[in-house]
Nanobody, 121 residues
Framework: QVQLVESGGGLVQPGGSLRLSCAASGTIFIINDMGWYRQAPGKQRELVAVSSSGDVTNYADFVKGRFTISRDNAKKMVYLQMNSLKPEDTATYYC???????????????WGQGTLVTVSS
């Protein structure tokens, strides 16, 4: 059983920073892609950033230059450093893992439970 647990969300003022963390648990050998999505109330879930094997990263245009994704493969963790936060960044942020190779085989996609980020003065 593979699980993802996020942490680090909360309330921050505009212009502030937060760092989200996501830990994968289970007997995992390799995770190809780890990333972050977000979903604001009344809106669809959207990609924020993804880190693929080979240290390839991709960002949504709306976070380029403000957010940074990083991974610790040994710890099976992914992070999202969010700077210069704006009220429109308010959303529930979800951790995502794709192509997870573990003891029982391969799981195509796993989602975390989400962590709420609120940007408000």
């Amino acid at each position: 059983q593979v699980q993802l647990v996020e942490s680090g969300g909360g309330l921050v003022q505009p212009g502030g920073s937060l760092r989200l963390s996501c830990a994968a648990s289970g007997t995992i050998f390799i995770i190809n892609d780890m990333g972050w999505y977000r979903q604001a109330p009344g809106k669809q879930r959207e990609l924020v950033a993804v880190s693929s094997s080979g240290d390839v990263t991709n960002y949504a245009d709306f976070v380029k230059g403000r957010f940074t994704i990083s991974r610790d493969n040994a710890k099976k963790m992914v992070y999202l450093q969010m700077n210069s936060l704006k009220p429109e960044d308010t959303a529930t942020y979800y951790c995502n893992a794709r192509d997870v190779f573990h003891t029982y085989g391969k799981t195509l996609e796993v989602w975390g439970q989400g962590t709420l980020v609120t940007v408000s003065s």
